[in-house]
């Protein structure tokens, strides 16, 4: 599967972003979907996951409460949106899909991988 993420930008502290990743068509419903990030200098890290039916999603602790995963098989599209936004979310975003029903936030179970969109959040 191919995905694409698209939605970053520049935001101030305190404010929302909708993250979304477009997958070839017909093929997101297969994966389990998540979104990961990486800030300068530091590990790639999972930040939210959702499983193929939508009913299951995780989170983790850092942007529990924040942000909601969601996806829209009509459209083989998983979005992110995350509110009240901190200057430590700034980050490269990247979704990525796996076969495994449940990978949880390991990376390695994660066989497709978007290019990434850049997360600035200014204080």
């Known amino acids: 599967v191919q995905l694409q993420a698209f939605g970053g930008g520049l935001v101030q502290a305190g404010g929302s972003l909708r993250l979304s990743c477009a997958a070839s068509a017909g093929t997101a419903s297969n994966y389990f979907m998540a979104w990961f990030r990486q800030a300068p200098g530091k590990e790639r890290e999972f930040v939210a996951g959702i499983s193929r039916s939508g009913t299951t999603t995780s989170y983790a602790d850092s942007v529990k409460g924040r942000s909601t995963i969601s996806r829209d098989t009509t459209k083989n599209t998983v979005y992110l949106q995350m509110n009240s936004l901190k200057p430590e979310d700034t980050a490269v975003y990247y979704c990525?899909?796996?076969?495994?029903?449940?990978?949880?936030?390991?990376?390695?179970?994660?066989?497709?991988w978007g290019q990434g969109t850049l997360v600035t959040v200014s204080s």
């Open positions: 990525a899909a796996s076969t495994r029903l449940y990978p949880s936030g390991t990376e390695w179970f994660f066989e497709n």
